[in-house]
């Protein structure tokens, strides 16, 4: 994900943070320093500063946890897990293909809010051994800690289970219809839907509290229901997708005839007589004869018009051990979602060590284009 930090790794995943999650854990000190103060005057400003923060961190902590429930249970059924994001709304794994079948499916979603209530419980369990009760006013900073992340924990399994697609429970529903009917392109456009009407509820609801004197904090439920609202209309337009690319493979569509530029040429030579005469956008590099790697405008447009005279397409071309590759065979709807995930235009298609052509974006788009126009 764009714009965030990398803060370690953990079971072979990247941990990473978005900037906007900065705002939300500010937020959420802040509000805890002020229930902590309220709760007794006996407690020290630095004691309640403290509490404040350590709550934060361990919440952070437990939503890492969440997600990292999804990520090893998707790779120990084979599936990749390239890194773990936490946002605004929480956090997000990103797995790096679909799950094959709908029991794959359920274990992957149901993991993550089962972990959410488990912790939940664990740390109210763990209040009574403070001489405090879940149910009564906490008697010390350790107790209002506790009995604060088992609640929002609970809280976070039970809201996570809500069947609004993407959401996880969402995603056990799509797992359940797909089991029942055999289709998972159903189960994906009926969950879309149950999604879409859990999202304009919770618009409603917030924009309904807003105005009933909720305050600015009620919109933060409209908020979320627009970012599911979107979430889900992609989701079922990306299973379209893939029913309309099932079966083809990268080498049926690949681009086999790739133009090559030879790796001596300076940019403004390239930019003018290829890249502004051919509308070509991906070119081989070759070295007397021997491919080197590629260029694109992308590679040319960092470097000032005034020195691509002076620079060679050599020395700012992309060698292939520094980029994504694909296999003639992977399914094409593979080569989709990497160029998505990735930010990519095009991938090399590689097989045995040698370059086979490319497969690119903008064609992968006709093809669709094409596909869906013409489909019954």
């Known amino acids: 994900m764009l714009n965030s930090i990398r803060l370690g790794r953990v079971f072979g995943i990247d941990i990473r943070l978005h900037y906007s999650w900065l705002l939300i854990a500010f937020l959420i000190v802040f509000s805890l320093r002020a229930q902590f103060q309220e709760m007794s005057s006996e407690w020290g400003v630095g004691t309640v500063w403290l509490s404040a923060l350590l709550t934060g961190a361990l919440f952070f902590a437990a939503v890492v946890a969440h997600e990292l429930a999804h990520s090893l249970v998707a790779k120990s059924k084979g599936i990749g897990v390239k890194s773990i994001t ?30 959410s209530l488990l912790i939940g419980f664990l740390f109210l369990a763990a209040t009574v051994a403070t001489g405090s009760s879940p149910g009564e006013p906490p008697k010390s900073p350790l107790s209002a800690i506790l009995i604060w992340l088992g609640y929002i924990n609970i809280a976070l399994g039970v809201f996570n289970l809500i069947p609004g697609f993407p959401m996880d429970g969402g995603r056990v529903l799509r797992a359940i219809i797909w089991w029942a009917t055999g289709s998972g392109k159903r189960a994906t456009h009926v969950a879309a839907r149950v999604g879409q009407f859990f999202a304009v509820a919770f618009i409603v609801f917030g924009i309904y509290r807003f105005f009933s004197g909720g305050g600015v904090g009620a919109l933060w439920m409209s908020f979320i229901g627009w970012f599911l609202l979107d979430a889900a209309g992609a989701s079922d337009r990306q299973s379209h997708i893939a029913e309309h690319l099932r079966g083809l493979r990268v080498a049926d569509v690949m681009m086999r005839d790739v133009p090559t530029i030879d790796s001596r040429t300076n940019l403004q030579a390239f930019t003018e007589d290829f890249l502004f005469r051919t509308g070509r956008r991906c070119f081989v590099v070759v070295d007397n004869g021997v491919i080197e790697g590629l260029i694109t405008p992308n590679e040319v447009k960092h470097i000032r018009e005034a020195q691509r005279p002076f620079t060679l397409v050599g020395d700012v071309m992309l060698t292939f051990d520094k980029l994504r590759t694909i296999a003639p065979e992977s399914p094409v709807i593979d080569a989709l979602e990497v160029m998505t995930r990735d930010d990519l235009n095009q991938l090399p298609v590689i097989s045995r060590g040698a370059l086979q052509g490319f497969i690119s974006r903008a064609d992968l788009l006709g093809l669709l284009r094409n596909r869906t126009e013409l489909s019954a």
Do not use: N, R, S, Y
Not at 106 to 112: D, N, R, S
């Open 86 to 115: 936490l946002f605004a709304l929480g956090g997000v794994a990103q797995i790096e293909k679909d799950a094959p079948d709908a029991k794959t499916e359920f274990w992957i979603a149901i993991v993550g809010p089962l972990t």
